[in-house]
């Protein structure tokens, strides 16, 4: 269970770390781009809460049966996500991520170590064969601490321009 702890730690405390980042901030603020064809703090948040809980269903859904997984860019779960951001309410969003951390946290709870070991073909040919335990590195922890720096260039670009 020692590796299982450490993901579910590992996602928790950057699940954490996210939703405090942006907890209390102004609507206008979360959905202010900080320069022209960049996203939104809202827009990243709406891509982490989906992205979130696509990827602990691919890792449920290969334990339990390996075939292919993974996803391009171009998927029309996470297209949606970014694009749908601003009918969305931010507040809902933030809610949405602590809940994908509770689910996450729920399906490692119930996996076995040996999970973590089994391997399957990813989508993209560039990623090849993959143990789970590479979807929770890469997809997860990886991409949570990704987008919360991502937020804090947001965030310190806004406050640049004195806008926050």
């Not at 507040?91 to 490692?108: F, H, N, P, Q």
């Not at 335990?133 to 990704?146: A, I, P």
Request: charged content about 30%.
């Amino acid at each position: 269970m020692e590796r299982l702890n450490r993901y579910r730690r590992q996602i928790g405390e950057r699940i954490d770390s996210l939703v405090t980042r942006v907890e209390g901030l102004e609507e206008g603020t979360l959905r202010q781009k900080p320069a022209p064809g960049e996203w939104s703090a809202q827009e990243v948040l709406c891509h982490v809460a989906e992205a979130n809980v696509f990827w602990i269903n691919e890792l449920k859904r290969v334990v339990q049966s390996p075939g292919p997984w993974g996803r391009g860019m171009d998927h029309e779960g996470r297209l949606k996500a970014v694009a749908q951001a601003g009918d969305r309410n931010p507040s809902k969003v933030i809610e949405e991520i602590g809940e994908s951390g509770e689910w996450a946290d729920t399906v490692l709870a119930g996996l076995r170590e040996e999970d973590l070991d089994v391997e399957a073909p990813h989508r993209n040919p560039k990623f090849g064969t993959r143990p789970m335990s590479f979807l929770l590195d890469h997809f997860m922890v990886e991409h949570l601490d990704r987008h919360i720096r991502q937020i804090d260039r947001i965030l310190g670009s806004l406050r640049e321009r004195n806008t926050l």
